[in-house]
């Protein structure tokens, strides 16, 4: 492991532009439970896939909001941790070089800001926002209560803002994320099973338009047989020592 982190700081100090991407894996460490682990306790019977989308919550918006707010609650408890705050170092002593820094992350509750990076890709939104779900107008206060509450502009159900399942992301933003994966010479990925699309594709991406990829993952996923270096160990753990 320790010729493999040395391998991984050697790719590192000689980038001119590095890529990041994250996934849940990044925020267990801050009692975050990833999507495999999530459905525990009142939400052990339902799968995220059923929960997480517009379908789930035109047939039940009740439902569906309850699990939000639950989720809410459990994000707005959490602090970064070492993993967060080492990416926000490695932004600093890119950009004290010269070097591109883009993080894009797959995660909703806006912990890389927390630790101070500062320039972050939200791939699939924030769960600390809230819109409407017909005209998406944002909304920024609403009463806690046992009914779904409604957009003050247009009467319609509020939602949270964030891209569920079968929803297309802001092209923008997507655009973005695939000009640093094409344009990264490293690119490091963490805590992402790299299953769910389109963001599972920037890492090929970055390979295919031939950047190096380091992975840090407790496990091994699709992407590790690619990897220039795999690091096996939680995020928290591996990447102080890879900045
Ligand atoms: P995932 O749940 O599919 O996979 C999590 C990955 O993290 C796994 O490969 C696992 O081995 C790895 N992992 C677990 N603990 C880790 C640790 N301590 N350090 C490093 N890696 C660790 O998550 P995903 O690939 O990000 O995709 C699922 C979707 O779930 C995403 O679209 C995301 O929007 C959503 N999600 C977000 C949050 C959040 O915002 N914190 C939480 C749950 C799910």
Redesign the pocket.
């Known amino acids: 492991m320790t010729g493999d982190i040395a391998r991984a700081r050697d790719l590192l100090d000689h980038a001119t532009s590095v890529a990041v991407l ?9 009692g ?7 459905l525990t306790g009142l939400w052990e019977k339902f799968r ?1 896939e059923e929960l ?1 989308t517009p379908e789930a919550f035109e047939a039940n918006p009740k439902l569906v909001w309850d699990w939000y707010a639950w ?1 809410r609650g459990v ?1 707005a408890k ?1 602090q970064p941790n070492a ?1 967060h705050r080492a990416l926000a170092d490695l932004e600093r002593q890119c950009r004290g070089h010269e070097v591109d820094f883009t993080l894009v ?7 890389h800001r927390e630790a101070g990076s500062q320039r972050v890709v939200e ?3 924030n ?1 600390r926002r809230v819109k409407c779900f017909d005209r998406h107008h944002p909304v920024e206060s609403w009463p806690e209560g046992d009914h779904v509450p409604t957009c003050p502009r247009c009467g319609s159900l509020l939602r949270p803002d ?2 569920w399942f079968g929803e297309a992301m802001p092209p923008e933003v997507l655009a973005t994320a695939v000009a640093a994966a094409r344009t990264c010479d490293v690119f490091l990925c ?7 699309e389109p ?2 594709s920037l890492p090929f991406l970055a390979l295919d338009s031939g950047a190096r990829v380091i992975e ?4 091994a ?1 699709p992407l590790t047989g690619r990897a220039s270096v795999s690091l096996r ?6 990447l102080p020592l890879l900045v």
């Open positions: 994250t996934g849940a894996g990044i925020s267990a460490e801050s975050i439970p990833t999507f495999r682990d999530a995220p997480a989720r994000v959490a993993g992350t797959q995660n909703v509750d806006g912990l791939l699939h939104g769960i964030v891209v963490v805590g992402t099973s790299t299953v769910v963001a599972a840090v993952n407790p496990q996923t160990g939680t995020a928290g753990a591996i």
